[in-house]
C-alpha cells in the first residue's frame, strides 16, 4: 500500500492515514474483503509510532470502514465504499470551497475564477490522456 505521510501538511498524522485508507477504498484500490497492512508494517513503513497507527485503525473501525477479523487483522467492510465515497467527496468540496473563497476575498471575478478552473480542469485531462497513451505505448 502506497501511503505518504507529511509532517509539514498541518493534518495530524493519524488523520492522513485515515483520509487515505478512504480515499482507497473510495477509488478502489481497496476493495471490501481486502485486508489492510499490520499495525507494525504500517508503522514501520511510514517510520511513526505504532500507536499513531492504532488510533487510526481505531478511528476507521468506530466508523464502519474496517473490521476485525479473528486471527488475520483488520479487512475493508462491505459497507466501506459507499461510506467513503460519500466522505471523499465530502472533502474535496470542502477543500474546493476554500479555494474559491481565497479567490472571491481575492477579488478576482467570477469570470476570472471560472476561467481559472477550465484552465485547470483542460490541463489536468491532457495530462491525464498523455499517461495513457504513454502506458498504450509501452506494453
Known sequence: MFFSINPTNG??????IVRQVKFAVASGT????????????LAKELAVNPNTVVRAYRDL???GILEAVRGTGL?????????????????LRERIRHVLVEAHSSRLETSE????V????TRL???AKGKRGKKGADS
Open 11 to 16: 493534518l495530524a498524522i493519524f488523520d492522513q
Open 30 to 41: 481497496l476493495a471490501p474483503g481486502d485486508m489492510v497492512p499490520s499495525v507494525r508494517e
Open 61 to 63: 473501525t468506530s466508523e
Open 75 to 91: 479487512n475493508v467492510t462491505e459497507d466501506a465504499v459507499a461510506h467513503c465515497e460519500k466522505e471523499r467527496l465530502a472533502l
Open 113 to 116: 475564477i471560472r476561467e481559472l
Open 118 to 121: 477550465e484552465e485547470e480542469l
Open 125 to 127: 485531462e491532457r495530462t
